[in-house]
């Protein structure tokens, strides 16, 4: 069965950088392009971008652009989220998803635990 | 602000329909029929509940089900039970570089 097991809670100072790893297995990796979708507490979702890990393609929300970068590693099946100089407004759990289907669909099928990052003095 | 937009909270009875708007614009819902569901159970994971409109994945009951007219989705959920209770989020694709929005989600209280 399909399973993405993301890396454990962070806690980062203002203006740090972080870095989130998305672990799949289940399913044949780079046929499955990963989206990754941030709540902060008590809010709503919001969309941060996605990965293609066949050729490490990717997109990026309009409010995250210069910010995040997305990479992936084929050799352990791993993708990473990678956000830099964070503040306050950034603490949220962060979720990897699998899109629902092959050649990139827009839906989140299969979701990861979660990831708390904390930004705080 | 999200850029689609729910009412905060609904409630209905068991055994009673609801129904969840989920308002957008021409760019988003009107201009594409990539709109999805989310459920969200207090401190879970957000499951998917339909895609494309009105398709269910695998395993979703057909007790819910989607819509859309113009600019504006629904998510409607009949024969109301207490498992319903949750949040709810409608997504859609975007033509911008923002591939995909949220709306603000929907509370839903099950009385």
């Known amino acids: 069965q399909v399973q993405l097991v993301q890396s454990g809670a962070e806690v980062k100072k203002p203006g740090a950088s972080v870095k989130v790893s998305c672990k799949a297995s289940?399913?044949?990796?780079?046929?499955?392009?990963m989206h990754w979708v941030r709540q902060a507490p008590g809010q709503g979702l919001e969309w941060v971008g996605w990965i293609d890990p066949t050729d490490g393609g990717s997109r990026y929300a309009h409010n995250f652009q210069g910010r995040v970068t997305l990479t992936r590693d084929t050799s352990i099946n791993t993708v990473y989220m990678d956000l830099s100089r964070l503040t306050s407004d950034d603490t949220a759990i962060y979720y990897c998803?699998?899109?629902?289907?092959?050649?990139?669909?827009?839906?989140?099928?299969?979701w990861g635990q979660g990831t708390l990052v904390t930004v705080s003095s | 602000q999200s850029a689609l937009t729910q009412p905060a909270s609904v409630s209905g009875s068991p055994g009673q329909s609801i129904t969840i708007s989920c308002t957008g614009t021409s760019t988003d819902i009107g201009g594409y029929n990539y709109v999805s569901w989310y459920q969200q159970h207090p401190g879970k994971v957000p499951k998917l509940m339909i895609y494309?409109?009105?398709t269910r994945p695998s395993g979703v009951s057909n007790r819910f089900s989607g819509s859309k007219s113009g600019n504006t989705a629904s998510l409607t959920i009949s024969g109301l039970q207490a498992e319903d209770e949750a949040d709810y989020y409608c997504s859609s694709y975007t033509g911008s570089n923002t591939l995909v929005v949220f709306g603000g989600g929907t509370k839903l209280t099950v009385l």
């Open positions: 494309d409109v009105t």
């Open positions: 289940g399913y044949s990796f780079s046929d499955y392009f």
């Open positions: 998803g699998r899109s629902l289907r092959t050649s990139g669909s827009y839906y989140l099928g299969n």
